[in-house]
Each structure stands twice: as structure tokens, then as C-alpha cells.
């Protein structure tokens, strides 16, 4: 067995760092798009940056990657949380808020399942 876990050839380190960043990015031009005055728009943003700092740190200090990624899988998790909203704004017809909140909620579950894979693997890892 391998000993890290990788998505398409991207260790779950990198694949946090890069969607922080989506997120980051995404809430801004959503924002700005959307010509937006509620700090919500925001949302992905806030919820981008601790992504993006937690894959960073997990890279930098290996010795203490368990932490920063079981802090990034409980982030990956808020997302798919609060994209659940999406379903109780999904009568109202396609926005921009609405797109948010599904592309968190879709985004948010494929990044927690990874984690999840992730944390398996290693657990098999420990055990040979």
C-alpha cells in the first residue's frame, strides 16, 4: 500500500490548498458579479481560507499533517453543511446565491469524501 492517499495524482494536502483557493476565489467573484452587499456572498471565501492554510500547513509540517487535515475535513464538511441550504432556496428559481450553495454543497461532499478515503487509508497504512 502506498503511503499517501492521492486523487488523481494529487496528494489530499494539495487538493486542500487548491480548493481553499477555489473557494476563495469563488466567493469574490461571486461577490463582485452578483454586485452583491451581503457579507454572505462571502461564505465560500470564509470558509476558503482555513481550507487553504490548513493545506499549506499540513504540507510544511509533516509531523503535525493529522491535525491540520482533520481540521480541513471538518471545514470540507461545513461546506456540504451549509450547501444543504440549497434545497430550501431551490423554489425560488437559479441565482447566484442558489449556484453557491449547490456548487458547496457538491463540492463540499466529494472534498469530505476524499478526506474520509484519505483517513482510511492511512489507518490500513498504521496497521501493516
Same mark, same amino acid.
Given at each position: 500500500m502506498?503511503?499517501? /492517499?492521492?486523487v488523481?495524482g494529487q496528494t489530499?494536502?494539495?487538493?486542500?490548498s487548491g /480548493?481553499?483557493?477555489f473557494?476563495?476565489?469563488?466567493g469574490i467573484?461571486i &461577490?463582485?458579479?452578483?454586485? &452583491?452587499?451581503?457579507?454572505?456572498?462571502?461564505?465560500? &471565501?470564509?470558509?476558503?481560507?482555513?481550507?487553504?492554510l490548513?493545506?499549506?500547513?499540513?504540507?510544511?509540517?509533516?509531523?503535525?499533517?493529522?491535525?491540520?487535515? #482533520?481540521?480541513?475535513?471538518t471545514?470540507?464538511?461545513?461546506?456540504?453543511?451549509?450547501?444543504?441550504?440549497?434545497?430550501?432556496?431551490? &423554489?425560488?428559481?437559479?441565482? /447566484?446565491?442558489?449556484g453557491s450553495?449547490?456548487?458547496l454543497?457538491?463540492?463540499?461532499s466529494a /472534498?469530505?469524501y476524499f478526506?474520509?478515503?484519505?483517513?482510511? #487509508?492511512a489507518?490500513k497504512a498504521?496497521?501493516?
Amino acid at each position: 500500500m502506498s503511503e499517501q /492517499y492521492t486523487v488523481a495524482g494529487q496528494t489530499i494536502p494539495t487538493i486542500t490548498s487548491g /480548493y481553499g483557493g477555489f473557494l476563495i476565489i469563488w466567493g469574490i467573484v461571486i &461577490s463582485v458579479v452578483s454586485d &452583491s452587499d451581503s457579507i454572505t456572498s462571502f461564505f465560500p &471565501s470564509l470558509l476558503g481560507i482555513p481550507l487553504l492554510l490548513s493545506g499549506i500547513l499540513a504540507a510544511k509540517i509533516p509531523e503535525k499533517r493529522k491535525l491540520w487535515m #482533520h481540521i480541513a475535513a471538518t471545514f470540507g464538511l461545513l461546506c456540504a453543511l451549509g450547501g444543504t441550504r440549497f434545497f430550501m432556496v431551490m &423554489s425560488d428559481g437559479s441565482n /447566484y446565491a442558489s449556484g453557491s450553495m449547490l456548487m458547496l454543497l457538491l463540492t463540499g461532499s466529494a /472534498y469530505t469524501y476524499f478526506c474520509v478515503q484519505s483517513f482510511i #487509508h492511512a489507518r490500513k497504512a498504521r496497521q501493516e
